[in-house]
């Protein structure tokens, strides 16, 4: 019982991480990962990266679960678009 | 003078031979019309990730182009009518990336 109680506690935190009442623990992580130096280059060939921010169904995840930055969001959203043209992803 | 990546779909059941006679023909006219190969990579026959006209793989062919608007727009106009292709995509940068190629390590991998 105890286990099958833990496991619904963790998926609900990862919907409600803005929560202000959220544990310290599960804070979410402020720096973006594909900004700074030595980011991987956000491109439409980069199937790999890509499929990072795509959810199960092929959509693309919102930055506030990634914590992509917005400049960095808006390319990643038209490389996933290019991506699906060409049925990549 | 801008560039350009371009990449093309072809036909799954399209033979090795058959996808350099398209190559070469897509080359030509870009040369004919005022346009520069930069490179050329072939990315081989890849898994589809949705039918496309009851297909489930597809040739892939990308060209890094150096050209104007009328370069691409006779190629694109050109693809339109072609029926050995499935998709085409063309895509202006502001720089060419010519050291990257990212399918060349999977295509190493499947053949392992």
């Known amino acids: ?89 | 003078m801008n560039f350009y990546e371009h990449t093309i779909i072809a036909r799954q059941d399209t033979p090795a031979s058959q996808v350099k006679v398209l190559q070469e023909k897509y080359s030509k006219i870009i040369e004919d019309n005022e346009g520069k190969i930069l490179k050329f990579e072939s990315w081989g026959l890849l898994h589809l990730s949705y039918l496309i006209k009851k297909n489930k793989k597809g040739n892939y062919i990308h060209f890094k182009i150096e050209g104007n608007g009328k370069t691409i727009k006779e190629l694109e106009r050109n693809e339109k009518l072609d029926k050995n292709l499935l998709r085409y995509l063309t895509v202006k940068v502001k720089k060419l990336d010519l050291k990257t190629d990212y399918f060349k390590k999977t295509e190493g991998m499947d053949s392992k």
């Open chain 1, 1 to 89: 019982m105890k286990k099958r109680n833990q496991k619904k506690k963790n998926t609900q935190n990862n919907f409600a991480k803005l929560s202000v009442f959220q544990n310290q623990k599960y804070k979410f992580k402020k720096k973006c990962p594909l900004s700074g130096k030595g980011a991987p280059m956000i491109d439409y060939k980069n199937v790999k990266l890509l499929r990072r921010y795509v959810s199960e169904n092929g959509k693309i995840l919102p930055s506030r679960i990634t914590s992509v930055s917005q400049k960095k969001q808006r390319e990643l959203s038209l490389s996933i678009k290019r991506a699906r043209n060409l049925a990549l992803i």
